[in-house]
């Protein structure tokens, strides 16, 4: 339900839909829930492996959730007086390697358990930690404080 409640939304402002909210919600939702069918009505062990999938790219997408909120609540541009203060932002960091340290170890291990060759998944997860690693410090400048002064919460 959650995917295809977004995925009506995201159908919205890609199709940029002028219709009547009983059509555009119809067309949107029909076309977000036929992967979901076509995959229910397989069986329940393709059903499983999807899941697992699922939830190891969610595993890869929350760094990128996680640490530009990290980043923006820590901002006394953004947040004002309302930013995290010196023993927030430790904790939240460390917490958040944390997690998602052991959420790359079980993206790890799904992939070792379904890719055949083990040298593959070893350099696709050092291609992605790379990849991470280099381009979140990269970006970090962009953010300037006339890009999100609108945003200020104070």
Not at 39 to 44: D, V
Not at 58 to 81: C, I, N, Y
Not at 92 to 118: E, G, K, P, Q, R
Request: with cysteine.
């Amino acid at each position: 339900m959650t995917g295809t409640y977004s995925g009506q939304f995201a159908m919205e402002g890609f199709l940029n839909l002028h219709w009547s909210r009983w059509k555009r919600v119809l067309l949107t939702r029909t076309i977000a829930i036929i992967p979901t069918l076509l995959i229910a009505f397989q069986s329940m062990s393709q059903l499983t492996r999807m899941n697992d999938l699922l939830n190891a790219l969610m595993s890869l997408q929350l760094p990128f959730a996680l640490f530009p909120v990290l980043t923006f609540t820590s901002s006394r541009k953004v947040m004002g007086d309302f930013a995290n203060g010196r023993f927030t932002k430790l904790l939240a960091t460390i917490l958040s390697v944390i997690v998602i340290s052991i959420n790359l170890y079980f993206v790890y291990d799904y992939v070792h358990n379904h890719v055949v060759s083990h040298i593959l998944c070893g350099t696709y997860m050092a291609v992605l930690g790379f990849d991470f690693v280099y381009n979140v410090p990269y970006f970090g400048p962009w953010f300037k404080e006339s890009d999100y002064n609108e945003y200020r919460y104070s």
